[in-house]
């Protein structure tokens, strides 16, 4: 279950940031040699949970995440690994890996936030499969290809042109990717 896994790559976490423009927190997944980066966007409870943890604040009373990892400890099993196993639909999936009392291998289906705050409290490897990586580069290319045609194209377009072009574009056009 744990070791090396050929079709993953590990990563770590690299720092939480804000979107710029919807500002939702995104955590940033990195290789040890800082050569890839996964940006995943999360909610603003998931990236406290994150944080807190990053930065060694301890509550007074348990956390959602430090109660998972709690309630594993006291049942004896471990938290082996997370892997981020797929992007569909522009939502990434997770799953975390945990080997019970009495040696068994469990799979939990999970958000990759709820994973990669599991992974920081129990100190657990965080795996990133390679199409996952693949597929989030080709969608961040697609975007920024996109916005640089827009940059480049729609600068000096007149107001008819505008018109024009909203007319003749449907709702999913304007559907938030990522």
């Known amino acids: 279950m744990a070791g090396p896994k050929e079709d993953f790559i590990l990563m770590m976490v690299g720092g939480l940031t804000l979107d710029p423009t919807t500002k939702m927190p995104i955590v940033v997944l990195k290789d040890p040699d800082n050569k890839l980066n996964l940006p995943i966007w999360i909610g603003p409870l998931e990236a406290a949970s994150m944080a807190t943890e990053l930065e060694g604040i301890r509550p007074a009373r348990p956390m959602t995440h430090d109660l998972l990892r709690n309630l594993l400890g ?3 099993a471990t938290v082996e690994a997370v892997e981020i196993t797929e992007l569909r639909e522009n939502t990434y999936y997770a799953r975390i890996e945990v080997r019970t009392r009495e040696g068994s291998a469990v799979q939990v289906d999970s958000r990759p936030s709820d994973a990669i705050s599991i992974a920081l409290r129990t100190k657990s490897p965080i795996y990133v499969a390679k199409a996952v990586l693949e597929s989030s580069s080709e969608l961040r290319e697609s975007a920024e290809q996109a ?5 480049q194209n ?10 024009e072009i909203l007319e003749k574009m449907s709702p999913e056009d304007f559907k938030y990717k990522m």
């Open 147 to 151: 916005v640089s045609v827009a940059d």
């Open 154 to 163: 729609l600068a000096g377009v007149s107001r008819d042109k505008w018109s």
């Open 74 to 76: 006291d049942l004896g």
